[in-house]
């Protein structure tokens, strides 16, 4: 047996290795046509990239057409710099360092010249290409909004880079990206795939036609359409309320965790990001340092939730049972904490239980809650732990997971926290008595406060948020149909609903109300800090708002954030009732709060950051104080930026 079975082996291997290589060398032509590329000329076909839709089938990005020149340094050949430069509408400099350019990328193989020409600058191109040798025509196709709003939403495309080509070897120089955006998510689905054709050259680099009668060519696979779960109506609406104001709007479905809308302010145009001024528009945006045009402040602004937060400490206070809907503390205009330590309330004073806590916004009511809470074990760093897992329950202080490709965490301290910041010593509730009200290290995005109203509105439950709604062909991810719990008991949240309620009609936003509109929603208000002139400077407070409506079988929660608007009510508040009208009713009746919105500005508020001058800054105060019209104040005051510059 031992003498048949080497020999055995040795046949078989040997059988199987002449296979493989007859395979190789007679079947199979793909190694030969890697083996001839010096005599083949690739070209791509590039395809369509999918149109975007929303929810409601609204088209808002297409497609139109766009030309590269291409280069292939090897094959130039006395070319008339000149009269190319002069075609192109381009400097010699420029022509040269292009060529340069593309000979580090690759002598022989094929690289962008110049990029996006729109039909009138290839045409008088096109006339005349055969004349310059080792140039050719690429067509491609470019994003074309259909709208002016939703940049943040959207993201761009953009030529890969070297990193990106590394990365995936899908990509050739030259080729178009995703950048930020559903873009960026979406890419693999969005951009389709590439068409490839071969074509044989003589000896004298000439093309003599499709190379194998085009059997290994592939015709191009246009991308896939999407719609989005955005309300195309409510996200205009809302970037025409945030005009000359900074911050941010969230609002989300709170059945399913569709994001209904996502805006962030200042905004741009996504039109100034496709074709050739794409470069110089980019860059402008991304230097401006003051505004942050490119800076999505709903999902990636860090702020002091402030009295939002207060349905937080209420609801945790509910569950570890240091309270009930009967308990009540008295509020002296205040909470004295520690000796010479008090905590202004503005809510009136007297007995305050939960419900009246909650209307009226009552520190006091809200510390007490907080204090025995952390009370409630021996230790406090364990107590710690537990509030912070209740309130992490609710997305707050995580990463959402949602389907946009940036983000922050925002902050929920834990004992881990507070080891790092008083090491050596203990704490107790009084020393981080702040957190109770979404002060201290309490840290919370847009989107998070948003998603913590969505499952106050489900009784305790939220879907990750996302902006995902259909892809053509395609089922969503699972995880944004997997339903997330809270550590809340579902009996804890009707009281706390009511209270809600109340804000709407008898507490801090009753002059918010929508007639025939159950709103439930808790005004707040950030205190806010910055460093000028090296010096710490108070400035105006943060104006928040988060609701939900309506206060039976919610379809639309939301959280704003205006950055130096004042009060929650001011604002911030508005603002929520407008979007919550315009998307239930498609209407706006409250006129008298539209007015409001749009003719406020806060431009002088921003002028601070912005180190302009003092003659700047009295003129935009004097400008706000006017109340005209949005329109001749923005034009006003781009005059003066303009003589300042």
């Given at each position: 047996?031992?003498?048949?079975?080497?020999?055995?082996?040795?046949?078989?291997?040997?059988?199987?290795?002449?296979?493989?290589?007859?395979?190789?060398?007679?079947?199979?032509?793909?190694?030969?046509?890697?083996?001839?590329?010096?005599?083949?000329?690739?070209?791509?076909?590039?395809?369509?990239?999918?149109?975007?839709?929303?929810?409601?089938?609204?088209?808002?990005?297409?497609?139109?057409?766009?030309?590269?020149?291409?280069?292939?340094?090897?094959?130039?050949?006395?070319?008339?710099t000149l009269e190319f430069c002069k075609l192109l509408n381009i400097t010699k400099d420029d022509f040269i360092k292009r060529i340069e350019k593309a000979k580090v990328y690759s002598?022989?193989?094929?690289?962008?010249?110049?990029?996006?020409?729109?039909?009138?600058?290839?045409?008088?191109?096109?006339?005349?290409?055969?004349?310059?040798?080792?140039?050719?025509?690429?067509?491609?196709?470019?994003?074309?909004?259909?709208?002016?709003?939703?940049?943040?939403?959207?993201?761009?495309?953009?030529?890969?880079?070297?990193?990106?080509?590394?990365?995936?070897?899908?990509?050739?120089?030259?080729?178009?990206?995703?950048?930020?955006?559903?873009?960026?998510?979406?890419?693999?689905?969005?951009?389709?795939?590439?068409?490839?054709?071969?074509?044989?050259?003589?000896?004298?680099?000439?093309?003599?036609?499709?190379?194998?009668?085009?059997?290994?060519?592939?015709?191009?696979?246009?991308?896939?359409?999407?719609?989005?779960?955005?309300?195309?109506?409510?996200?205009?609406?809302?970037?025409?309320?945030?005009?000359?104001?900074?911050?941010?709007?969230?609002?989300?479905?709170?059945?399913?965790?569709?994001?209904?809308?996502?805006?962030?302010?200042?905004?741009?145009?996504?039109?100034?990001?496709?074709?050739?001024?794409?470069?110089?528009?980019?860059?402008?945006?991304?230097?401006?340092?003051?505004?942050?045009?490119?800076?999505?402040?709903?999902?990636?602004?860090?702020?002091?939730?402030?009295?939002?937060f207060k349905i937080m400490t209420g609801l945790v206070g509910l569950q570890e049972g240091v309270v009930d809907e009967e308990t009540t503390f008295v509020c002296h205009h205040g909470?004295?904490?520690?000796?010479?330590?008090?905590?202004?309330?503005?809510?009136?004073?007297?007995?305050?239980?939960?419900?009246?806590?909650?209307?009226?916004?009552?520190?006091?009511?809200?510390?007490?809650?907080?204090?025995?809470?952390?009370?409630?074990?021996?230790?406090?760093?364990?107590?710690?732990?537990?509030?912070?897992?209740?309130?992490?329950?609710?997305?707050?202080?995580?990463?959402?997971?949602?389907?946009?490709?940036?983000?922050?965490?925002?902050?929920?301290?834990?004992?881990?926290?507070?080891?790092?910041?008083?090491?050596?010593?203990?704490?107790?509730?009084?020393?981080?008595?702040?957190?109770?009200?979404?002060?201290?290290?309490?840290?919370?995005?847009?989107?998070?406060?948003?998603?913590?109203?969505?499952?106050?509105?489900?009784?305790?439950?939220?879907?990750?948020?996302?902006?995902?709604?259909?892809?053509?062909?395609?089922?969503?991810?699972?995880?944004?149909?997997?339903?997330?719990?809270?550590?809340?008991?579902?009996?804890?949240?009707?009281?706390?609903?009511?209270?809600?309620?109340?804000?709407?009609?008898?507490?801090?936003?009753?002059?918010?109300?929508?007639?025939?509109?159950?709103?439930?929603?808790?005004?707040?208000?950030?205190?806010?800090?910055?460093?000028?002139?090296?010096?710490?400077?108070?400035?105006?407070?943060?104006?928040?708002?988060?609701?939900?409506?309506?206060?039976?079988?919610?379809?639309?929660?939301?959280?704003?954030?205006?950055?130096?608007?004042?009060?929650?009510?001011?604002?911030?508040?508005?603002?929520?009732?407008?979007?919550?009208?315009?998307?239930?009713?498609?209407?706006?009746?409250?006129?008298?709060?539209?007015?409001?919105?749009?003719?406020?500005?806060?431009?002088?508020?921003?002028?601070?950051?912005?180190?302009?001058?003092?003659?700047?800054?009295?003129?935009?105060?004097?400008?706000?104080?006017?109340?005209?019209?949005?329109?001749?104040?923005?034009?006003?005051?781009?005059?003066?930026k303009t003589k300042k510059q």
């Open positions: 047996m031992r003498k048949v079975l080497l020999p055995t082996l040795i046949i078989i291997g040997a059988s199987l290795l002449i296979i493989r290589i007859f395979y190789l060398q007679i079947i199979d032509d793909s190694f030969k046509l890697k083996s001839e590329n010096n005599a083949i000329k690739i070209k791509y076909d590039y395809p369509e990239r999918g149109y975007i839709y929303d929810r409601n089938g609204v088209l808002l990005v297409a497609n139109q057409p766009s030309y590269d020149i291409m280069v292939i340094p090897r094959e130039l050949n006395n070319t008339d002598p022989r193989l094929p690289s962008v010249f110049l990029a996006q020409l729109n039909k009138t600058e290839f045409a008088a191109f096109q006339e005349k290409i055969r004349k310059f040798e080792g140039f050719y025509f690429q067509k491609r196709s470019l994003r074309d909004y259909e709208v002016n709003f939703g940049a943040n939403i959207f993201g761009s495309i953009n030529q890969v880079n070297e990193k990106q080509i590394e990365k995936n070897h899908y990509y050739k120089s030259g080729d178009l990206i995703g950048v930020q955006g559903v873009e960026e998510s979406y890419e693999e689905i969005l951009r389709g795939i590439k068409g490839v054709k071969y074509f044989q050259k003589d000896k004298f680099n000439r093309e003599i036609g499709s190379y194998k009668e085009g059997k290994y060519d592939t015709i191009p696979v246009q991308g896939e359409d999407i719609n989005l779960t955005i309300d195309s109506e409510i996200q205009k609406y809302g970037e025409q309320l945030m005009v000359n104001k900074r911050g941010g709007i969230v609002a989300i479905e709170p059945k399913t965790g569709e994001i209904l809308a996502l805006v962030t302010a200042p905004s741009y145009d996504p039109g100034i990001l496709v074709g050739r001024q794409r470069s110089k528009n980019y860059t402008k945006l991304y230097h401006d340092s003051i505004a942050k045009p490119l800076y999505d402040r709903g999902l990636l602004a860090e702020y002091p939730p402030g009295s939002p909470f004295y904490y520690a000796p010479g330590r008090f905590q202004r309330c503005h809510c009136g004073g007297g007995v305050q239980n939960l419900h009246v806590g909650i209307y009226k916004s009552c520190n006091a009511y809200f510390s007490n809650v907080y204090l025995r809470t952390i009370g409630k074990y021996k230790s406090t760093p364990y107590s710690v732990d537990v509030w912070s897992n209740h309130v992490r329950s609710f997305g707050l202080g995580e990463f959402m997971g949602y389907d946009l490709p940036t983000g922050r965490r925002g902050k929920i301290p834990t004992s881990k926290t507070y080891k790092r910041m008083y090491p050596g010593w203990g704490y107790s509730g009084k020393t981080i008595i702040s957190n109770a009200i979404g002060q201290g290290e309490v840290l919370a995005t847009p989107i998070q406060l948003a998603n913590m109203m969505a499952t106050v509105a489900n009784h305790g439950y939220y879907y990750t948020p996302h902006i995902i709604k259909k892809i053509k062909g395609e089922k969503i991810d699972s995880k944004f149909t997997t339903k997330h719990v809270t550590t809340i008991d579902e009996k804890y949240f009707p009281p706390m609903i009511s209270g809600l309620f109340d804000v709407y009609n008898r507490g801090t936003a009753y002059g918010l109300r929508v007639e025939g509109i159950d709103i439930c929603g808790k005004t707040g208000t950030a205190e806010n800090f910055a460093k000028i002139g090296g010096k710490r400077v108070q400035l105006k407070d943060h104006s928040i708002f988060v609701a939900f409506a309506p206060k039976d079988n919610p379809k639309i929660a939301i959280a704003v954030l205006v950055e130096n608007g004042g009060f929650g009510a001011t604002i911030a508040g508005p603002i929520a009732s407008l979007m919550i009208e315009k998307y239930l009713r498609k209407k706006i009746t409250r006129t008298d709060l539209e007015t409001r919105v749009l003719n406020t500005s806060l431009q002088s508020r921003y002028a601070i950051l912005g180190g302009l001058s003092d003659e700047v800054k009295r003129q935009l105060f004097v400008q706000d104080s006017i109340k005209n019209s949005k329109l001749i104040e923005a034009q006003k005051r781009d005059s003066i």
